[in-house]
């Protein structure tokens, strides 16, 4: 279970964000596209637009459930 308090610095503020147990594996980036990206710098993913749609937040919450690590949060 991602950990609100473990947050990757990149995250914009809001429901969705990554933790630090990412392991760049690319699954929400593919499923989430315009909600997940990669900070290419440091090899992990975060939430650069919080989902603003219905679509959008299905999306998320496919990405949440995929992520291999349980790296991806929803604390709404
Ligand atoms: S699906 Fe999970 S482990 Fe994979 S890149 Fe996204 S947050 Fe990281």
Request: proline share 5%.
């Amino acid at each position: 279970m991602a950990d609100p308090t473990d947050r990757v610095p990149e995250n914009v503020l809001g429901t969705y964000y990554v933790d630090t147990q990412c392991i760049d594996c690319d699954v929400c980036r593919d499923t989430a596209q315009d909600n997940f990206t990669r900070a290419d710098s440091n090899g992990y993913s975060f939430v650069f637009k919080q989902p603003e749609t219905q679509g959008e937040i299905d999306l998320c919450e496919e990405a949440l459930l995929a992520c291999p690590v349980e790296a991806i949060g929803n604390d709404g």
